[in-house]
C-alpha cells in the first residue's frame, strides 16, 4: 500500500500526524499542544465529512473504470493517512487535558470525550480499515470484482457516516469542556 499511495507521502502521513502530538506534549505549552490537537483534529472532521458527504456518492456515481482509476490514488493514501491522524488527534487530546490539569477531576464531558474517542479509533482500526484494505486489495487484483469494489465502497460510505455522527458529538463533549460541563 505504501508503494501504491508513493513512499514519501507514506512516511508523511506517517510521521507527521505521529510526531505533532509528540513535540507538542515536550514543549510543555498547554496553547502549542492545543494548536496540534486542533489541527488535527480539523483535519480528520474535514476529511470525514468530505469522504462521506462528498467523496462516496461521487465514487458510487462513476462508471466502473472510472472508479477504479480514482480509487487506485485515493484509497491507499486515505488508508495510510487517516489512521495515524486519528492516533495523533487522540493523542493530542489526551496529552492536552493531561496539561491542563482535567484527568486530576474529569467532568462527564471529559469522559463522554474520551468515549467517543475510543470508539472512533475503534471503528476507524476496525470495520473502516477492513473495508479500505478490501477495497486496495480489489484494486490491485489483475480482475478487479466490479460488484465487491461498489459493495465495499457502499458500507465505507454508510459507516463514514456513522463517524461524522461520532465526530460531532465528540465537537460538543469537547465544547461541554469549555464550559465546565
Avoid at 507538542?24 to 488535527?40: E, I, K
Avoid at 492536552?96 to 482500526?125: K, Q
Avoid at 484494505?133 to 457516516?161: P, V
Amino acid at each position: 500500500m505504501a508503494d501504491a499511495a508513493s513512499r514519501p507521502f507514506a512516511a508523511g502521513a506517517i510521521a507527521v500526524p505521529l510526531v505533532l502530538p509528540v513535540l507538542g506534549y515536550l514543549s510543555t505549552d498547554v496553547r502549542v499542544m492545543f494548536t496540534v490537537h486542533l489541527f488535527l483534529g480539523a483535519f480528520w472532521f474535514g476529511t470525514a465529512v468530505l469522504g462521506a458527504v462528498v467523496l462516496g456518492p461521487v465514487m458510487g456515481s462513476l462508471s466502473e473504470d472510472a472508479n477504479v482509476e480514482f480509487a487506485e490514488g485515493f484509497v491507499p493514501k486515505m488508508n495510510l493517512l487517516m489512521e495515524p491522524v486519528s492516533v495523533g488527534v487522540v493523542g493530542s487530546g489526551i496529552g492536552l487535558a493531561s496539561m491542563m490539569g482535567l484527568w486530576a477531576s474529569p467532568t462527564p464531558s471529559l469522559w463522554a470525550a474520551f468515549v467517543l474517542a475510543i470508539a472512533l479509533l475503534v471503528l476507524g482500526f476496525g470495520p473502516l480499515h477492513k473495508f479500505t484494505a478490501g477495497m486496495f486489495d480489489e484494486i490491485a487484483a489483475d480482475n478487479t470484482d466490479h460488484e465487491r469494489l461498489a459493495s465495499l465502497n457502499k458500507k465505507y460510505g454508510m459507516l463514514s457516516l456513522v463517524e461524522l455522527v461520532l465526530m460531532v458529538a465528540i465537537v460538543a463533549t469537547m465544547s461541554g469542556l469549555r464550559w465546565g460541563l
